[in-house]
């Protein structure tokens, strides 16, 4: 009986882990990551020193559901200005996210 007692304990701790470890924000950033990847759509960036283009950006999404680029880092001043032109106030279907807040989102452009 005891060890009974002991292996409910034991499910029910670990049932409780995986519903407390269901992130909400990390769902919302992999789904704007799969919306931003949609914006971008095929690779028109034409790459020409180099295989890859890095960038970071930092993204607003207002009340509208647009996404607001509040700034762009990267080495590469074409890419920034490829990314502002891309995604700047494109709307985007994310329901998670919290309104007016910053969030930084690596980009990575891979010559194909």
Do not use: C, H, W
């Not at 283009?53 to 647009?66: R, Y």
């Not at 032109?85 to 452009?109: D, Q, S």
């Amino acid at each position: 009986m005891k060890k009974l007692v002991v292996l409910f304990l034991g499910l029910t701790l670990s049932a409780s882990t995986l519903v407390a470890n269901n992130n909400p924000i990390e769902k919302a950033k992999e789904q704007l990551r799969v919306e931003i990847t949609k914006l971008l759509g095929s690779n028109e960036f034409p790459l020409v020193n180099a295989d890859i283009a890095k960038a970071e950006v930092s993204i607003l999404v207002n009340s509208d559901n647009q996404l607001v680029i509040v700034s762009v880092t990267s080495e590469n001043q074409f890419l920034v200005d490829y990314l502002k032109r891309k995604l700047n106030y494109k709307k985007v279907n994310v329901k998670a996210f919290k309104k007016m807040k910053i969030y930084k989102m690596p980009v990575k452009i891979i010559k194909a």
